[in-house]
T-cell receptor, first 116, second 114 residues
């Protein structure tokens, strides 16, 4: 079965600290996609990044970076020099076709609190 | 503006009173889906639709119905709501190639079933 685990329920940091949000996934398929979404206190879901299973290149976007490692089935997200506006719940998700059905499977989320 | 619109945003109702949450998208997306978000569980897929008249169950379909009679709309129907369906619901859509496309989410509907 497919599964996404975000073991960190809540993380609290002081502004300007770096923070890494962990994501571990499970699937036996070779073709799948991984996503990160942000849910700020206002409640909407904001797409951050997509990765396919054949592209292990790490990515950096401003203060955000993502480390995809198939060997450990992990897709971790790092925020450098965190800011108060980064406070949100962050979801990692796995998508693909299983049992002839499309599925988008979310982790339980990590709540990040950045204190001034 | 490209968007997914859900209505209502908030609803408090009672057990057994049928309700419908509407979802509409203006991006001509083929794929639409419904999720529920519960504390500690993340988002779970309820139903999805690959196109008009094509729907399929997600992971938690019990107690819900959907229909897709036109491309832009994908309503979620609770025929006889129960308190365990109290949750935050999201509708989403995406273009073809759904598994590798980010989904566009609505702003959410918070349902309370008393």
């Amino acid at each position: 079965a497919q599964k996404v685990t975000q073991a960190q329920t809540e993380i609290s940091v002081v502004e300007k600290e770096d923070v890494t949000l962990d994501c571990v996934y499970e699937t036996r398929d070779t073709t799948y996609y991984l996503f990160w979404y942000k849910q700020p206190p206002s409640g909407e879901l904001v797409f951050l990044i997509r990765r396919n299973s054949f592209d292990e290149q790490n990515e950096i976007s401003g203060r955000y970076s993502w480390n995809f490692q198939k060997s450990t089935s992990s897709f971790n997200f790092t925020i450098t020099a965190s800011q108060v506006v980064d406070s949100a719940v962050y979801f990692c998700a796995l998508s693909g076709w299983w049992d002839s059905s499309y599925k988008l499977i979310f982790g339980s989320g990590t709540r990040l609190l950045v204190r001034p | 503006e490209a968007q997914v619109t859900q209505n209502p945003r908030y609803l408090i109702t009672v057990t057994g009173k049928k309700l419908t949450v509407t979802c509409s998208q203006n991006m001509n997306h083929e794929y639409m889906s419904w999720y529920r978000q519960d504390p500690g569980l993340g988002l779970r897929q309820i139903y999805y639709s690959m196109n008009v008249e094509v729907t399929d169950k997600g992971d938690v379909p019990e107690g819900y119905k959907v229909s897709r009679k036109e491309k832009r709309n994908f309503p979620l129907i609770l025929e006889s709501p129960s308190p365990n369906q109290t949750s935050l619901y999201f509708c989403a859509s995406s273009p073809p190639g759904v598994s590798n496309q980010p989904q566009h989410f609505g702003d959410g509907t918070r349902l309370s079933i008393l």
